[in-house]
């Protein structure tokens, strides 16, 4: 009998909620039937029941819950509504991240990232490996190409002789 006690008692508080299937409800009522024990601690879960339900019922009774609702309606309508900058402003707050000790590093970090690649962004690179200078230079009497390459000190100039001679930019 001991043994079915122990096992009943664990299922007594569902069986009494109405929470047991089919086959632990009629294996409770069949201890129920044999044991004294398990039969009072039901009674007493039934008295306590009656004794809290009986106040809550009183006070559901007495208690106008329109009125409360029309209570909560009021009040939040006075609630004084947020400016669209106050809203702004606290969702955009960051002041809870900065007391974190984990953006110090960070910063830091990212200050020697932009220190070396600023200076590489704004570099200037040529070209090409190969480049020169070409001007050309057009009179009525003479035409003038001057060529120099920018790794020699190599110089090289073009006469052309008269304005029948076709002009390279052409």
């Known amino acids: 009998m001991r043994n079915s006690c122990s096992s009943v008692s664990k299922l007594l508080e ?17 201890h129920l039937t044999g ?20 106040p809550v019922e009183e006070a559901a009774r ?6 409360v609702w029309q209570k909560i309606e009021r009040e939040t309508r ?6 669209w ?30 220190f070396f ?6 570099k200037e690179t040529p070209l090409s490996p190969d480049r020169s200078i070409v001007e050309y230079v057009e009179s009525p009497t003479y035409n003038v190409m001057v060529y120099h390459p920018e790794k020699t000190d190599t110089t090289v100039i ?10 390279p930019a052409s």
Not at 62 to 67: G, L, S, T
């Open 158 to 167: 073009w006469l052309f002789d008269g304005p029948e001679m076709e002009s």
């Open 62 to 67: 007495e208690e106008d819950f329109p009125w």
């Open 35 to 54: 044991c004294i024990s398990c039969r009072e601690t039901l009674r007493s879960l039934v008295e306590l029941r009656d004794l809290v339900k009986a």
């Open 85 to 114: 900058w106050e809203t702004l402003r606290s969702s955009v707050n960051l002041s809870h991240l900065l007391r974190k000790k984990v953006w110090v590093p960070a910063a830091a970090l990212a200050a020697i990232l932009i």
């Open 14 to 30: 569902r069986y009494f909620d109405q929470e047991v299937t089919g086959e632990e409800s009629s294996l409770i009522n069949e």
């Open 78 to 83: 006075l609630q004084e509504k947020a400016s």
């Open 117 to 122: 690649t600023v200076p590489l962004l704004f």
